[in-house]
């Protein structure tokens, strides 16, 4: 059975840094891609950032460049979101997600997500 | 960025067909494939992928759940509607970068 486990969130003030952890389990990791996803309270949902399979690629919305920065360590099955330089707007749920296609990037599994709160 | 456009919600009685569209600003096919998905979510639960490729059932979802569409104009079916359906639907494109969702159509009873 695919498991994602997310954890990490908190309380943060605005500037500050925060990790975000992703358990993945029950697939062969480095074979996937794999993205993180928000959704700010109330709010749609927002693709954040993704990493290919080795860890060779990277790719991120124009909000975060710069301050996040997506990872992966495939003999840990585990992915990250190290978060800097935090806003009042970063303030959502995390979800760490599986990329099923490698051509198409559709999510095909979610964690349960991780909360990020951003205020002082 | 490549925009795409649900309406707010849609008010179903249980039983019938529910028809969610998805419009977007520029043409997400590629080759004849269509990089558009769609998915459920639930309060306080995480997004569930339904439909990948623009037609493509996933894994377990029920076959009272269909996709169609091409290029700017997708929709997502569910016939017949049940309890258990009423959620908010989300589609996606993985097209080009930034990936973008829909605001997502929050399906209700009537």
């Known amino acids: 059975e695919v498991q994602l486990v997310e954890s990490g969130g908190g309380l943060v003030q605005p500037g500050r840094s925060m990790k975000l952890s992703c358990a993945a389990s029950?697939?062969?990791?480095?074979?996937?891609?794999m993205a993180w996803v928000c959704q700010a309270p109330k709010k749609g949902l927002e693709w954040v950032a993704t990493?290919?399979?080795?860890?060779?690629?990277?790719y991120y919305r124009d909000s975060v460049k710069g301050r996040f920065t997506i990872s992966r360590d495939n003999a840990k099955s585990t992915l990250y979101l190290q978060m800097d330089s935090l806003r009042s707007e970063d303030t959502a749920t995390y979800y760490c997600?599986?990329?099923?296609?490698?051509?198409?990037?559709?999510?095909?599994?979610w964690g349960q997500g991780v909360m990020v709160t951003v205020s002082s | 960025d490549i925009v795409l456009t649900q309406s707010p919600a849609l008010a179903v009685s249980l039983e019938q067909r529910a028809t969610i569209s998805c419009k977007t600003s520029?043409?997400?096919?590629?080759?004849?494939?269509?990089?558009m998905h769609w998915y459920q979510q639930k309060p306080g639960q995480q997004p569930k992928l339904l439909i990948y490729?623009?037609?493509n059932l996933a894994s377990g979802i029920p076959a009272r759940f269909s996709g169609s569409g091409s290029g700017t104009d997708f929709t997502l079916t569910i016939d017949p509607v049940e309890a258990d359906d009423i959620a908010t639907y989300y589609c996606?494109?993985?097209?080009?970068?930034?990936?973008?969702f829909g605001a997502g159509t929050k399906l209700e009873l009537k």
């Open positions: 997600a599986r990329q099923g296609s490698y051509i198409y990037d559709y999510f095909d599994y």
């Open positions: 029950g697939f062969t990791f480095n074979n996937y891609d």
């Open positions: 990493i290919s399979y080795d860890g060779s690629s990277t």
């Open positions: 520029q043409n997400v096919d590629n080759y004849g494939i269509s990089y």
């Open positions: 490729e623009g037609s």
């Open positions: 996606q494109q993985s097209k080009d970068y930034p990936y973008t």
